[in-house]
């Protein structure tokens, strides 16, 4: 402790994640710390049916084989710190693997692993209590189903950690940004009551969590980019020990740090950003203050927080049937029309043999044709589609007809057709997300380094502080001319479960009243028509004056979210390019400066 900066690089957003983020923070040199985000739900739930087959597996095995292997007497040379929740499911399994890493390199580097979050043994009683999931209020579901079960930990066990001398922290399920607020807390000697600082820490770790989505990656301006994408640079963080943070990229390296690009990240995936939930603070970013301060440098301030929760957020994972889906292309005129007389045939055919075999129907069936009939609301036919065909069932092999069939109708299909694949694919298990809640003196938790055990309690619950009252922009001038919106903003979507995240960063803050103005929730509900439930369709709109940026949460639009849903786009990564295109009524003094 003691520290009045420390500098953290982000190097990964996914399991699957390119592994040049360590080697460029390596070669930067004067970083503190390296983090690693590998886990999602769906990933949880891959690495459970790993872990079932094999005892030794169910953990990121590219974080020991891809990341560390050619790079860990680099680290232990400049004395970096890494903290990574690369442990999945297993996370002692990984830790051993990084020992014998280190033991063949004759290194001399402290693994520390904390475990705690995998309530998968509890399935049963858990089920018995009748937890049910928060968002849906659905019962739990058959505990034989069930793949993994994991609560979101937070920060202050890997700080602890690190107190006792560790050079690489290994968890399980922990919150994305928990690995970088940890750092911090070990750093600064932050508290469990010092709020805002946590709250500036998390955020710092938000930025941090998705590598390079804040140094131009998926950015709005893409075309800044495009000849760098190739080296794009990871982002790292410079943490004040007041909470302010600098953001930059590695020298030398592609992408860009921007307003724009850590303004696009900051708003990615938050929900109500007054009250973004963890497991160590709720987060207000709706303050939060983006300045460019130099070239490739980014300031951030403002965030603030109230007392954690009580209970930590658990995610289950299981298992409920199968889907199977084809994607194919038509060329030529009517190609919208062809495709889809052929996917309905397919399905007619399909649909016609699980009759004759006294199978039930499909429990959901989609035809998607992509060029044709466009979401920016352009009503012309295209000549060259992609249609997609998928379908659910309870059962693998009724699921795996509509692969038959559309294959077998490829003699008798319209003109046009064509595909690409090296063989008919295979139905795949369709896994759910149920999210719940639960009390934190429910979920002990340990550290382990070398072959010592600690028990490390549960974490407290502190008294909760009331919410603070929303803020609104003020009234949008007269206006006289119409511009899209991607003249006004950046734009950034993602996913939660089954809801929609869209945050709008204004390029200017003098255009927020106009884009509020014009995106009220009819008018977002009307662009997303086609998506969202037509018989109760919800949409929340967010206001965060400290930038002017608007938040959007559309509930129930992904059909299920994730592997549970036959959507193209189940994961909600195109949403803030359809919005991109939305008309906004703005004056003509601001059309003429555009």
Known sequence: MGARTIRIGGASGFWGEADIGLPQFLAEGDLDYVVFDYLAEITMSIMARARAKDPGRGFASDFVTAVLKSNLSEVARQGVKLISNAGGVNPLACAAAVEALIDEAGLDLKVAVITGDDLLSQTVALSAVGHTEMFAGEKFPDPGTVASVNAYLGAFPIARALDQGADIVITGRCVDSAVTLGACIHAFGWGRQNWDLLSAGSLAGHILECGPQATGGNFTDWHEVADTIHKIGYPIAEIAADGTFEMSKPRGTGGLVSVGTVGEQMLYEIGDPQAYILPDVICDFSDVELAQSGPGRVQVSGAKGRPAPATYKVSTTFADGWRAGMVWFFVGQDAGHKARAYGDAALQRANAKLRALNAPAFDEEMIEVIGDRSSFGDPAPANDVAVKIAVKHRDAKAAGLILKEATGLGLSAPPGLSGFSGGRPKPSPVVRLFSFLIAKDQVPLQMHIGSETTDLGTEPTPTQLPAPSPQFPVDAAKSGATVPLVKLAFARSGDKGNKANIGILPRDPAFAPHIW??????????????????????????????????????????????????????????????LLQAPIPVPDTIAEQL
């Open 517 to 578: 103005a014009a995106l009220d929730d009819a008018e977002i509900a009307r662009l997303f028509a086609h998506y969202l439930d037509g018989q109760n369709p919800r949409v929340e709109r967010f206001f965060l004056p400290g930038t002017g940026a608007i938040n959007i949460l559309l509930h129930d639009v992904l059909g299920g979210g994730g592997v549970a849903s036959l959507r193209n786009d189940p994961q909600a990564k195109t949403y803030g390019q359809i």
